[in-house]
Each structure stands twice: as C-alpha cells, then as structure tokens.
C-alpha cells in the first residue's frame, strides 16, 4: 500500500510538472539591413530589406501554412485634410478634419493579399493595411460617408506623396523557414524613429510577432541647418534674413548699370 501511494503521489508531481511547462509556439527571428539611415543632399531614396526566419512549433516548417505581413511605421504626425468647394467661382477651403497621430510613413507588405491571410477584424486590430488604419478616437467607429471621404482623402494624398504604400507578395520565402521583403524609402521619408513589425499568421489567426528599430536623420550641412532651426529658431531666422540681404546686394553689384 505505502508503494502504491508513493508510486500515485510521484506521478501526480510529474502530472504536474508536465502542466507547469508551457507548449512552445512559433516564434520570429527579426532583423533589417541597417539600424540609421542618414540623408545627405545627394539622398535619393533608398531600400530597407527587413528578413527573418520562422521557428515553429514543431521539428519541421510547412511553408504553406504560414502568411507573414511586414508593417514598417514612421513617427507620427498630426495632419489636417481640407475639402475645396466652389464659391461664386472660386476655389475655397471649407470642410476639414484634423487626424492626430498618423503614421508619418507606412508600407505594408504581405505574402498574400491582406484579404486572403486574415478577416477585417483581425487585420484593424493590429493596423495591418491601408484600410484598417486607426484614425484616432474622433472618427473611431463613424462610418459616415462624409468621414469616410476625408478618410480616404488622406490616404490618397499619402500615397500620390509615396509615403503609403500597401504591397501584396512582397514578401518572398528564400527558403522553407526563411523570408525576406525590400521596403522601398522615397526621397522625402521623414527623419525619426521608425518600427518594424513582423506579423506570423496561420489558417487566418494571428500567432506572433515580432519586430526592429531603425532611424532617418539628416547628415552634414542638413543636419546642422536643421537642428539649428528646431533647437534655436531667432538665429536661424537671423541667419536667414542675413543671406537674403546679401544675395540682394551681391546682385544689385553684378547687374548694377553704371
């Protein structure tokens, strides 16, 4: 008897034990190219390869199984969007909202379209797409067609300045567990801080994420000016008006008439 019970009592420790230690799940390996771009006068736009690989549950990946959803988010920014109505044959501002903290900078690329790897529920909740963009609480859940408008609107504007961009299969598979996918970074990219996010789904489930950090910040004389008109705007002005005034006398010398 007194064998039995210890016998029972070592397997409810090991029952136990089993229990406490968690199952592992897939996890992501995350890394980009670089972690600073800097921007010099000769900046035309560069590309940010962000890569990494899938460790799944399991001894062994089925590719097919997995979609993976790359989201690079620039800092945010407050923008008003404004309509322009005809008045008495003239174009006027009139209508406008204001959108707080937007992404400065957003592209999506996907495996797949966004509409074949997870429902609208899903993608809104971690703001994966253009469509699916948190627009703050003013117009959270306001589906008027005015709000709507403006919405899209903005988006628009956004895109035509090549600051958004949504991209289905542009994550590419190298290999079985490996994925990759090229971000392109126009020429007018805000400096700041920017964050990658690396979304792993299965049968239209989101199962992890993971992500990298990385900047754009001007460089050289860019720099200087540019710090110098945040940190101490009345020199930075000064400095200006200076230059003015000198240009004007330079060319009132060069093209004076004797």
Known sequence: MRARACATIAAAFVLAACLAVPARAERLVVA???????????FTGTSLAVFGAIEPDTG??????YEVVVVVRGPDETLVTRRKDRVAGIWLNRAARTFADMPSFYAVSASRPLSEIADAATLRRYEIGLTHLDFGPADRGDDSPEEAAFRAAFVRLKEDAGLYRETPFGVTFPGT???????????????????????????????????ADFSIAKSGFEQFTFTLAKTNGIVYGLI???????????AGVLFRRD
């Open 32 to 42: 980009a190219s670089t972690d600073h771009v800097r921007i010099s006068s000769s």
């Open 60 to 65: 062994s990946v089925d590719r097919a199984l």
């Open 177 to 211: 567990a490996v994925f990759q996918s090229n971000i392109e970074l126009p020429a007018n990219v805000p400096v700041g801080s920017y964050r990658v996010s690396v979304f792993l789904f299965r049968d239209g489930a989101m199962l992890t994420t993971n992500g």
């Open 240 to 250: 200006c008006v200076a230059l003015a005034l000198l240009t004007g006398w330079l």
